[in-house]
T-cell receptor, first 114, second 113 residues
Framework: DVKVTQSSRYLVKRTGEKVFLECVQDMDHENMFWYRQDPGLGLRLIYFSYDVKMKEKGDIPEGYSVSREKKERFSLILESASTNQTSMYLC?????????????FGSGTRLTVV | KNQVEQSPQSLIILEGKNCTLQCNYTVSPFSNLRWYKQDTGRGPVSLTIMTFSENTKSNGRYTATLDADTKQSSLHITASQLSDSASYICVVRGTGGSYIPTFGRGTSLIVHP
């Protein structure tokens, strides 16, 4: 089975800190995604990447950046954490979205910014 | 703009009862529709995928239906169990252009003993 691993389940950071969320997948998927999930709002796409060193903005990229230096790893960076970035962050990967492949999600990182 | 609307927003049922969750979408042209189950504190997991030509698909006690003409899907859960307590998310993908799917906001199901 494909596994998507997010480095932290729970994270507490202070306002203004630079935060790194790491995601690693083990099935050679080219496409990786970062979503945030908030009650009543569902999953919202922050950034995605379809290849190494490639990145595309999703629906809510403000305040975030990403890094994809290796195929298996996709990092989400909060340049200066703010309280409104407190959320559940989900990483996902997929093999061939154009052919209808589904997402495999990580278990999520619950980030609290205080 | 592509939209996916799910109803109800939340649902509470007793163990052993059946229930049906609804998903209406505007995504066009349509490629496929997936239902995901998300347990509390975990990432979503795919339950089933429906393509244009499929009307019904089952996965154990879960049965998904699709009416591509009315752009509606349902997820029916039979003989509910406590482990069915979760959020169920409908995700629709269109053809051409961006391959990014559109997510519904989910239905939160609680099964009480």
């Amino acid at each position: 089975d494909v596994k998507v691993t997010q480095s932290s389940r729970y994270l507490v950071k202070r306002t203004g800190e630079k935060v790194f969320l790491e995601c690693v997948q083990d099935m050679d998927h080219e496409n990786m995604f970062w979503y945030r999930q908030d009650p009543g709002l569902g999953l919202r796409l922050i950034y995605f990447s379809y290849d190494v060193k490639m990145k595309e903005k999703g629906d809510i990229p403000e305040g975030y950046s990403v890094s994809r230096e290796k195929k298996e790893r996709f990092s989400l960076i909060l340049e200066s954490a703010s309280t409104n970035q407190t959320s559940m962050y989900l990483c996902a990967s997929t093999l061939a979205p154009a052919q209808g492949s589904g997402y495999t999600f990580g278990s999520g990182t619950r980030l609290t910014v205080v | 703009k592509n939209q996916v609307e799910q109803s109800p927003q939340s649902l509470i049922i007793l163990e052993g009862k059946n229930c049906t969750l609804q998903c209406n979408y505007t995504v066009s042209p349509f490629s496929n529709l997936r239902w995901y189950k998300q347990d509390t504190g975990r990432g979503p997991v795919s339950l089933t995928i429906m393509t244009f030509s499929e009307n019904t698909k089952s996965n154990g006690r879960y049965t998904a239906t699709l009416d591509a003409d009315t752009k509606q899907s349902s997820l029916h859960i039979t003989a509910s169990q406590l482990s069915d307590s979760a959020s169920y998310i409908c995700v629709v993908r269109g053809t051409g252009g961006s391959y990014i799917p559109t997510f519904g906001r989910g239905t939160s199901l609680i099964v009480h003993p």
